[in-house]
C-alpha cells in the first residue's frame, strides 16, 4: 500500500495551491486528480467565460497569471496557466486517479482509489463543487441543462430558451444567448449588479476584510454583461411556470453544493450537507482538511486569488501536527 504524509484529494486550483505550500514546507506529499488533464474544472466550463479580475489579481501563490491582452481573462487562458503551473513547481499529481472514499484504520486515513488505497497521515480534501450541481426537481416538457452542461449559444439558436438564476452565471450565459436564440432570463428578485468598478480583487478584499460581499450584489458586470445590460436586451423577468413548460430549454444557473460524497464513511457531515470546521480543519477528525468550498472554508476560497491564503493556513497547521 502506497503512502504519504499528506495525500490531496483533487488537482484543480485548491489542490495546486495545497501542493504549493506543501513542497516548501518539504512535506512528502501526492495530489490525486479525477480528471485526465490539468486545469480542474476549468477545461468544462462554457466556452464566453471571462474572470471577474485581470490576471494580475487571479493568480495562485508564488508565481503570477500571464497579462490576458482584453482584460479580463478566458477560461482557456486559466487553464493554460494552471497547467504551466502545475509544470513549474513539479506538483507531484497521479491521474487519472478517482478517489471513491476515505476511511480510517488505527494508522491514519486511508484514500481508497479506483487504483489502490493509499495510507495518510493527513488528507486535504480539494474536490470543490462543479462536480455537484443543484439541479431543481421540476417536471418540463423541454430539455433541462445546468451551467456545467452549457458550452455555448450555437445548438439554442433560434430557440426558446429560458436561463433561470441570478447570479454571474445566469448573467453571463444570458447575454451569451441573446444574440442567438429567443431569450428569457428568469430570477427569483430583480438583478442586483455590482458598481462597475468592481473586480474580483476588490471582492476578495471586501470578504477577507468584512467576511461577506452581499450587500454589494450578486452581479459582477463583465464586459459582455455590461454592454447587453447598457443596451436594454439583457431584462429580467419573474418566474412564470407557463413560460417555462413552453420553452425548447431551460438552463438553470442555480449553483453547486460542495462535492463532499468520497468523505461519507468518516460520518462528519451535518445536516446542512457541511463538515463543521476549524478554520479548515474537520473538528471531529483533525487530519482532514477542507480547502476551496466557499467561504465556510475560508472567505473566498472558492476563488484564483482567494483559496491561496487558506492554503497557507492548513499547511501549516498540518506540518504543525507532523512536528
Known amino acids: 500500500m502506497p503512502s504519504s504524509d499528506v495525500v490531496v484529494i ?97 494508522h491514519g486515513l486511508l484514500v481508497h482509489t479506483d487504483n489502490g488505497t493509499w495510507s495518510a497521515r493527513h488528507v486535504v480534501s480539494a474536490t470543490g463543487t462543479w462536480w455537484r450541481p443543484f439541479r431543481p426537481s421540476v417536471r418540463l416538457p423541454g430539455r433541462q441543462l445546468h451551467t456545467v452542461d452549457y458550452a455555448g449559444p450555437q445548438e439554442f439558436a433560434g430557440r426558446k430558451v429560458v436561463v433561470v438564476g441570478g447570479g454571474n452565471s445566469g448573467a453571463q450565459i444570458a447575454a451569451d444567448l441573446l444574440p442567438h436564440a429567443e431569450l428569457t432570463w428568469m430570477t427569483r428578485r430583480p438583478p442586483r449588479y455590482m458598481p462597475d468598478e468592481i473586480d474580483g480583487k476588490a471582492l476578495f478584499d471586501i470578504a477577507t476584510r468584512h467576511g461577506g460581499v452581499g450587500e454589494l450584489g450578486d452581479i459582477v458586470a463583465v464586459p459582455a454583461v455590461r454592454e447587453a445590460r447598457d443596451s436594454g436586451l439583457l431584462v429580467a423577468t419573474p418566474m412564470d411556470d407557463g413560460v417555462l413548460a413552453d420553452a425548447d430549454a431551460v438552463l ?72
Not at 480528471?35 to 508565481?63: C, D, E, I, K
Not at 487553464?79 to 513549474?88: F, G, I, M, P, S
Not at 453544493?257 to 450537507?273: C, E, K, T, V
Open 10 to 106: 483533487g488537482g484543480g486550483q485548491a489542490g495546486l495551491a495545497a501542493a504549493f505550500y506543501l513542497r516548501r514546507a518539504g512535506i512528502d506529499h501526492v495530489v490525486l486528480d479525477a480528471r485526465p488533464v490539468p486545469g480542474g474544472a476549468w477545461p468544462l466550463t462554457w466556452n464566453s467565460l471571462r474572470l471577474f479580475s485581470v490576471a494580475r489579481h487571479s493568480s495562485l501563490p508564488g508565481w503570477p497569471m500571464s497579462p490576458f491582452p482584453d482584460g479580463y481573462p478566458t477560461a482557456q487562458h486559466v487553464v493554460d496557466y494552471l497547467t504551466a503551473y502545475e509544470k513549474r513547481y513539479d506538483i507531484p499529481v497521479q491521474r487519472p486517479v478517482q478517489v471513491r472514499e476515505v476511511g480510517r484504520d488505527e
Open 252 to 323: 438553470w444557473c442555480t449553483g453547486f453544493r460542495a462535492a463532499l460524497g468520497h468523505l461519507a464513511p468518516l460520518r462528519l457531515r451535518a445536516a446542512n450537507g457541511r463538515i463543521a470546521v476549524d478554520g479548515t480543519t474537520a473538528v471531529e477528525e483533525p487530519r482532514l482538511h477542507l480547502v476551496g468550498y466557499g467561504s465556510w472554508t475560508g472567505p473566498a476560497s472558492a476563488t484564483l486569488i482567494g483559496v491561496g491564503p487558506t492554503a497557507k493556513a492548513t499547511v501549516a497547521k498540518i506540518a504543525a501536527s507532523l512536528a
